[in-house]
């Protein structure tokens, strides 16, 4: 998926949501997930890095896209790092997602680990955001938004098999990472290319897309991300929630899990079981599955509710999918999905 479809698609949904304040909009605020008391989240060796992640992290596209509120933000993002969030996710291209994740939590930059993705700035003008200038400009770009002077951790934003080929944009990450601009590097993709960034060998870590509507990975890059002790970091691992609509969404972003989840018909999506926000729920059940894969070490999940990380929580400390669940989930996708239901970017 393009990112302006996802930016469109991220704006018509978020947009009510930005439109106030936390303090100020009735029924986002639950006292009881507010409290500044650090959750017990487990945390996990990122591969070969020095980290060592809460397996819930932070997405940043949707505070960007959907141009939250920054008192909400600010709110959101101190609340769930002393709840234990320690990954940040953000991107050169979500807006000002860079900005307001700094004005937010920049004082206290010692308490996460900060990620950002290359590629898809400077837009126009014949500029190619994946040659070694716009690299190093967007890195420097960032980190003048991000008001820091290194990121943890630079992806390729999911750029193609010929970029990857090339190698013009990974020796540049390289080169930011022995400038101290960033102390690692990764690639952000799926299927193919993800395989192929994997094998050049030059990656600390792989973001990818994994959920019970979006299984290749599993099969495809994550034995190789534990042959090479590479960090995972999972995006789109709730299937952007596709169950909370009732109809067929208008934009392309999600409506492609949509199609899958219908065809796939778990029990947990049914009609009937799509307003269970427990751990045996829709959402209980997707972070649940995907953090129970060997390999995987994290989840950023976009958000723009500061009630959201601790509800997201509680469901992964629920623990682990019981074997046959998974069993079933996996079983499942192998008798439903076609070969081109790939990873989706
Ligand atoms: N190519 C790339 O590199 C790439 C692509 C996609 C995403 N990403 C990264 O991954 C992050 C997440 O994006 P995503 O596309 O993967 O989205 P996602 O995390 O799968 O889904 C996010 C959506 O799920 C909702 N949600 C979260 N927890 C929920 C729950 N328990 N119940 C119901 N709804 C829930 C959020 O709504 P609320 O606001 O109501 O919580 C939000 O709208 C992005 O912010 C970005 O950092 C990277």
Redesign the pocket.
Known sequence: MNEQT?RDFLRT??AG?AAGSVFGMAGTTNASWLGHNALKLEKRQLGKTDMKVSVLGF????IGYGRTDQDRVTQLLNTAIDQGLDAI???EC?ADSEIAIANAVSHRRDDYYLFT?VGHWPRGGGADGWSDKSIMETIERSLKRLKTDHVDLV?L??CGLDVLKKGEATAALEKAREQGKTRYIGY??DSLAAKYAIETGKFDTL?T?I?FCDQEAIDLTLPLCRERNMGVIV???????VW?FDTKPSNGYVVEYWNRMNKLAYDFTSAENRSN?GPDGP?GIA?RFMLGLPGVHTS??????PT?FA??AA?INAGPLPDEQVKAIRARWKEVAPTEWVGL?
């Open positions: 996802r949904t978020v949501a997405g940043g596209a949707e996710d953000t991107a979500y993705k992806h934003h999911s952000s993709g973001m897309s959920s995006k789109r691992g709730i299937a952007n929630a909370r926000t959402a972070i950023v999940v976009g958000t723009t509710n959201r509800q997201n469901l970017t």
